[in-house]
């Protein structure tokens, strides 16, 4: 007889685990790899509240001051009467205003000013300029395969043990300068901190967390297969627990004909003529904008775990992810041409991390002529996939899975470096295989 999988349970069975060796394990690093959606935000909150109230203060280091604010509001929600520092740049505007509001947050540019506190955060650039202090018992390292090597050696004198929690799925860490001359080394700068950590520490303890609260039953088995094969994980809701719906009826165009199909199935493909085009496609464009509109225009209404009514899908809850700037800024553009003002537009990187009900995508292979290893990055497509709770609309123009065909990857094989499994064009094919399913062609 198999038994049924309780998403709860089993979340809490990885949790207690990782808190457990955290607590009172004796190795110098835990890793926690984490699918999109998974809670990484709350496991570190409650992780730093545990080591906090056990009377271990500890370090915070993440990627970018927009985390480190986060956290901060996250754990003064959690325990108001916690000393919390949030230790910020010299710049004029360095954190976030809403912090000012935090009685038992104390901010500075000095790590001096915050000594003794439970918790001091920062971003690892800002940790990477502290010197001279008494190493911390313990740190938490947030978004950590988002930390490149070099950034961990930096901070790396400041504690003494660590706790590594991230997304082994999402975009690699970003550098301004090829690093080929240390591809294969052990000690690679551009690497991420998770992988160089590994490679020198094979020992250390590994723990993922198995279940994505934000990704819904029609959405989780995609981008487990296409993504984290070697760590798969499932959907915290079933089918039915969810459900998006429009108060208008379809007008009988594409963008609406796609939107009934996302409705229905959690995915849809607005499948444009083939064609070479610019990068900022106009009739692409175009078409995102026009399934945004008539997304706010029709009603959408979302019922979820969340709460007890449907809950309006307004404009604040849905994306638009590219893979470029440029098209990014076009996407704005026709979005305030047609009136939509408050949805978030941005490239696959700034998208990383949030979370949003319906998500429309631009794909990153529309109407290209090749298959760069830009485009074909693993990470980008699966942060684009992964951003949502109930629905999303890919728009893309015919022939991608033919484009693929004709770019195999040309990348260099490299000694010593791990290939990286799935590689771009295989999770490009899984997904447009999928995509296929709920295709709707739209001759504009």
Same mark, same amino acid.
């Given at each position: 007889?198999?038994?049924?999988?309780?998403?709860?349970?089993?979340?809490?069975?990885?949790?207690?685990?990782?808190?457990?060796?955290?607590?009172?394990?004796?190795?110098?690093?835990?890793?926690?790899?984490?699918?999109?959606?998974?809670?990484?935000?709350?496991?570190?909150?409650?992780?730093?509240?545990?080591?906090?109230?056990?009377?271990?203060?500890?370090?915070?280091?993440?990627?970018?001051?927009?985390?480190?604010?986060?956290?901060?509001?996250?754990?003064?929600?959690?325990?108001?009467?916690? +000393?919390?520092?949030?230790?910020?740049?010299?710049?004029?505007?360095?954190?976030?205003?809403?912090?000012?509001?935090?009685?038992?947050?104390?901010?500075?540019?000095?790590?001096?000013?915050?000594?003794?506190?439970?918790?001091?955060?920062?971003?690892?650039?800002?940790?990477?300029?502290?010197?001279? @202090?008494?190493? /911390?018992?313990?740190?938490?390292?947030?978004?950590? !395969?988002?930390?490149?090597?070099?950034?961990?050696?930096?901070?790396?004198?400041?504690?003494?043990?660590?706790?590594?929690?991230?997304? &082994?799925?999402?975009?690699?860490?970003?550098?301004? %300068?090829?690093?080929?001359?240390?591809?294969?080394?052990? !000690?690679?700068?551009?690497?991420?901190? %998770?992988?160089?950590?590994?490679?020198?520490?094979?020992?250390?303890?590994?723990?993922?967390? +198995?279940?994505?609260? *934000?990704?819904?039953?029609?959405?989780? +088995?995609?981008?487990?297969?296409? =993504? !984290?094969?070697?760590? &798969?994980?499932?959907?915290?809701?079933?089918?039915?627990?969810?459900?998006?719906? =429009?108060?208008?009826?379809?007008?009988?165009?594409?963008?609406?004909?796609?939107?009934?199909?996302?409705?229905?199935?959690?995915?849809?493909?607005?499948?444009?003529?083939?064609?070479?085009?610019?990068?900022?496609?106009?009739?692409?464009?175009?078409?995102?904008?026009? @399934?945004?509109?008539?997304?706010?225009?029709?009603?959408?209404?979302?019922?979820?775990?969340?709460?007890?009514?449907?809950?309006?899908?307004?404009?604040?809850?849905?994306?638009?992810?590219?893979?470029?700037?440029?098209?990014?800024?076009?996407?704005?553009?026709?979005?305030?041409?047609?009136?939509?003002?408050?949805?978030?537009?941005?490239?696959?990187?700034?998208?990383?991390?949030?979370?949003?009900?319906?998500?429309? %995508?631009?794909?990153?292979?529309?109407?290209?002529?090749?298959?760069?290893?830009?485009?074909?990055?693993?990470? *980008?497509?699966?942060?684009?996939?992964?951003?949502?709770?109930?629905?999303?609309?890919?728009?893309?123009?015919?022939?991608?899975?033919?484009?693929?065909?004709?770019? +195999?990857?040309?990348?260099?094989?490299?000694?010593?470096?791990?290939?990286?499994?799935?590689?771009?064009?295989?999770?490009?094919?899984? @997904?447009?295989?999928?995509?296929?399913?709920?295709?709707?062609? /739209?001759?504009?």
């Amino acid at each position: 007889m198999s038994t049924v999988f309780d998403p709860g349970a089993e979340a809490a069975r990885a949790t207690g685990a990782i808190l457990d060796d955290t607590l009172h394990g004796s190795s110098r690093g835990i890793v926690v790899d984490s699918p999109p959606g998974a809670g990484k935000s709350t496991l570190v909150v409650r992780a730093a509240l545990e080591l906090a109230a056990a009377g271990h203060p500890l370090m915070v280091i993440a990627q970018t001051n927009a985390q480190v604010d986060d956290l901060v509001v996250r754990l003064a929600e959690k325990a108001p009467e916690l +000393p919390v520092g949030r230790l910020h740049s010299s710049d004029s505007d360095p954190y976030d205003k809403v912090l000012d509001g935090l009685a038992n947050v104390t901010k500075s540019a000095k790590v001096a000013d915050l000594a003794g506190l439970d918790v001091v955060i920062s971003t690892a650039a800002k940790w990477a300029h502290v010197k001279n @202090v008494e190493p /911390w018992g313990h740190a938490i390292v947030d978004e950590a !395969y988002q930390m490149r090597s070099d950034a961990l050696l930096a901070v790396a004198g400041l504690f003494e043990r660590a706790l590594f929690v991230g997304d &082994p799925g999402q975009l690699d860490p970003f550098s301004i %300068v090829g690093a080929d001359q240390w591809a294969g080394l052990s !000690y690679d700068p551009s690497a991420s901190a %998770v992988s160089t950590l590994l490679a020198h520490n094979p020992e250390l303890p590994q723990h993922r967390l +198995p279940v994505s609260w *934000r990704l819904p039953a029609s959405a989780a +088995p995609l981008v487990s297969d296409a =993504f !984290y094969p070697y760590t &798969p994980f499932r959907s915290g809701t079933d089918h039915g627990d969810r459900k998006l719906s =429009f108060g208008v009826a379809s007008d009988g165009s594409g963008p609406d004909r796609v939107l009934d199909e996302a409705a229905e199935s959690g995915w849809g493909l607005l499948e444009l003529p083939a064609r070479h085009t610019p990068r900022t496609d106009p009739e692409a464009v175009r078409a995102v904008a026009l @399934v945004v509109r008539r997304l706010l225009d029709r009603g959408g209404v979302a019922t979820s775990e969340r709460a007890d009514e449907p809950v309006p899908v307004t404009a604040d809850r849905v994306a638009v992810g590219t893979a470029h700037r440029d098209q990014a800024a076009a996407v704005r553009a026709a979005l305030a041409e047609l009136g939509v003002t408050g949805v978030a537009v941005d490239t696959a990187n700034r998208l990383q991390g949030r979370e949003f009900d319906v998500t429309v %995508v631009l794909h990153p292979l529309s109407g290209r002529p090749d298959a760069t290893a830009f485009h074909l990055e693993t990470g *980008r497509l699966c942060v684009l996939a992964s951003r949502h709770r109930h629905a999303c609309v890919v728009v893309c123009r015919e022939g991608v899975a033919d484009l693929l065909d004709e770019h +195999p990857s040309t990348e260099p094989v490299q000694l010593g470096v791990t290939v990286k499994f799935p590689d771009g064009w295989e999770a490009n094919h899984a @997904v447009l295989a999928h995509l296929a399913e709920h295709r709707v062609r /739209w001759r504009p």
